[in-house]
């Protein structure tokens, strides 16, 4: 019989994880909402398209927050996924976009527990551009963990 091996020392801070392919089927974002609620780890998606200069220059700031910064480790991690709204496989614009309320190009839209936190969804450019409210927003999101709590209602679809 082998003997277990117990650890006494706090546990390490969760590591971000950022996901290199844009989502462009729904199965893809489906299978990343799984694995969050699985793991209790939010799921933070950029709704973009192939075109938006915008979306150029806010996600790889969001990416260095996550990635680089470990913004959100502390709080229990965060995962980081681009979906490409003007993907034929998603529907276009008017595709499944409208579902999660996207009516604004870049969002910023978290998952927890499978349920979009509709009410601190992100798209407005000046939030989209500040380091330090990204920052906050990131841990807010990251410490969720499996707690949900902003799911919002009809009037959530119109974000904060």
Not at 135 to 158: C, M, S
Request: with cysteine.
């Amino acid at each position: 019989m082998s003997a277990r091996h117990f650890s006494a020392s706090a546990p390490s801070r969760a590591k971000n994880r950022i996901y290199p392919n844009r989502i462009r089927r729904e199965d893809e974002l489906q299978t990343l909402t799984l694995m969050s609620a699985s793991s209790r780890v939010p799921l933070i998606t950029m709704w973009m398209t192939t075109w938006c200069q915008s979306c150029k220059m806010v996600s790889p700031m969001i990416q260095e927050l996550i990635e680089r910064d470990g913004i959100g480790e502390e709080q229990g991690g965060v995962s980081f996924a681009e979906v490409e709204m003007d993907s034929p496989d998603l529907g276009g614009i008017a595709g499944i976009g409208l579902r999660y309320g996207i009516n604004s190009i870049p969002t910023l839209l978290a998952f927890d527990r499978q349920e979009p936190q509709l009410e601190t969804k992100v798209y407005k450019l000046d939030e989209l551009k500040n380091r330090d409210f990204l920052t906050k927003w990131i841990e807010t999101e990251a410490a969720r963990r499996g707690q949900g709590g902003a799911g919002g209602n009809l009037f959530g679809l119109f974000g904060r």
